[in-house]
């Protein structure tokens, strides 16, 4: 069983940059395909983005790609979120998530952090 931890959420102005970190512990990452997903107000959570376990591959949602990244170092079991050019709909909590195949749908995903919030605003 695999234990994750978000951080690095906050508050951010339209067009600013936050970067997300995952942590894990209990088993090495390298165990597991990783993915972001995230959860607005009154919404249904979503697919952010995903990375293979060993990175040589990623896959984005459409209303992320080109502004986020996700990118992950097995060796500091961390992966991270890089998000950029952000928009107030990006507003939501963010979860990382674990799984044993490289996957969008969240039933796929066994292990799930508590959350980080996001917050777009000027």
């Known amino acids: 069983q695999v234990q994750l931890v978000e951080s690095g959420g906050g508050l951010v102005q339209p067009g600013g940059s936050l970067r997300l970190s995952c942590v894990a512990s209990?088993?090495?990452?390298?165990?597991?395909?990783m993915g972001w997903f995230r959860q607005a107000p009154g919404k249904e959570r979503e697919y952010v983005a995903a990375?293979?376990?060993?990175?040589?591959?990623?896959h984005y949602a459409d209303s992320v790609r080109g502004r986020f990244a996700i990118f992950r170092d097995n060796a500091q079991n961390t992966v991270w979120l890089q998000m950029d050019d952000l928009k107030p709909e990006d507003t939501a909590v963010y979860f990382c998530?674990?799984?044993?195949?490289?996957?969008?749908?969240?039933?796929?995903?066994?292990?799930w952090g508590q959350g980080t919030q996001v917050t777009v605003s000027s």
């Open positions: 998530a674990a799984s044993l195949r490289f996957a969008r749908e969240q039933e796929a995903y066994s292990y």
């Open positions: 209990g088993r090495p990452l390298s165990t597991y395909a």
């Open positions: 990375i293979m376990r060993s990175a040589v591959s990623t």
